[in-house]
C-alpha cells in the first residue's frame, strides 16, 4: 500500500512568494494532520483534520497560513506570504480512529524561504 | 516551553551495546507515550508506546520505561546496530492516546551506532 504522499519534497522560494504544500493521505485514514518540524522545537502539530473537517488549527502559527482538506485523499497547506522563518520541514501524518495516537508521516517537504 | 524535553541532542554507541534514549515531560496529565524513528528524508515513523497504567513495553530489542513519580521515560535498544542509527522522537498524549490526541513531541536525539 502506497504511504503518505507529499509533494513537492522541496521547495525553495523567495520571500514574500506564496507557497503551497499538498499532502494525499494513506487511503481510509479519517484523520490527517499537517506538522512543521524545526531544530528548536521539534515537531510542532499545526493544524489536524477528522473527515475532512478542521477540528484544531491552534497550532497554525499566524494568518498568513492556511489548511485545507477539500476531499478525503488531498489537503494542502498554504503560506502566504512566506518568511524565511518559516523554514522548516513540514510534515503530512494521517491515521485511523482505531490506531488511536499512532500517527503515518510522509516524507515531508523541505521548505527553504530566502 | 516544552511539555515533553529530550534533553541530549545526539548520542553515539558501539555496535552491540546498549542504547539509552531519555524523555523528560513536564504535564502530569500525558498518560500515554510514544516513540517515533526517524532517517533522513523519510517521515517520523512508530516505533513503541506505553500507557500510564505500565511501567514497561517491550518489543524485541525495543524497550520503553515508564517513570510517573519523576515524569521520565527512556527506550533501550539492546543490542544496538547500526542500522538504528537514526533520530528518535519522544512523543507524549493525553487520554490514553485516542485518536483526537494532540501529540506533543520532543526535539529528538540523533543516534549514531558505530561498528
Known amino acids: 500500500d502506497a504511504g503518505v504522499i507529499q509533494s513537492p519534497r522541496h521547495e525553495v522560494t523567495e520571500m514574500g512568494q506564496e507557497v503551497t504544500l499538498r499532502c494525499k493521505p494513506i487511503s481510509g485514514h479519517d484523520y490527517l494532520f499537517w506538522y512543521r518540524q524545526t531544530m528548536m522545537r521539534g515537531l510542532e502539530l499545526l493544524i489536524y483534520?477528522?473527515?475532512?473537517?478542521?477540528?484544531?488549527d491552534s497550532g497554525m502559527p499566524e494568518d498568513r497560513f492556511s489548511a485545507k482538506m477539500p476531499n478525503a485523499s488531498f489537503s494542502t497547506l498554504k503560506i502566504q506570504p512566506s518568511e524565511p522563518r518559516d523554514s522548516a520541514v513540514y510534515f503530512c501524518?494521517?491515521?485511523?480512529?482505531?490506531?488511536?495516537?499512532?500517527?503515518?508521516f510522509g516524507p515531508g517537504t523541505r521548505l527553504l524561504v530566502l | 516551553d516544552q511539555q515533553v524535553k529530550q534533553n541530549s541532542p545526539s548520542l553515539s554507541v558501539q555496535e552491540g551495546r546498549i542504547s539509552i534514549l531519555n524523555c523528560d515531560y513536564t504535564?502530569?496529565?500525558?498518560?500515554?507515550f510514544l516513540w517515533y524513528k526517524k532517517y533522513p528524508a523519510e517521515g517520523p515513523t512508530f516505533l513503541i508506546s506505553i500507557s500510564s497504567i505500565k511501567d514497561k513495553n517491550e518489543d524485541g530489542r525495543f524497550t520503553v520505561f515508564l517513570n510517573k513519580s519523576a515524569k521520565h521515560l527512556s527506550l533501550h535498544i539492546v543490542p544496538s546496530q547500526p542500522g538504528d542509527s537514526a533520530v528518535y522522537f519522544c512523543?507524549?498524549?493525553?487520554?490514553?492516546?485516542?485518536?483526537?490526541?494532540?501529540?506533543?513531541f520532543g526535539t529528538g536525539t540523533l543516534l549514531a551506532v558505530q561498528p
Open positions: 501524518a494521517s491515521s485511523l480512529a482505531q490506531t488511536g495516537s499512532k500517527r503515518y
Open positions: 504535564n502530569s496529565m500525558f498518560d500515554y
Open positions: 483534520f477528522n473527515n475532512n473537517v478542521p477540528i484544531d
Open positions: 512523543a507524549a498524549a493525553t487520554n490514553y492516546g485516542g485518536a483526537t490526541n494532540k501529540l506533543i
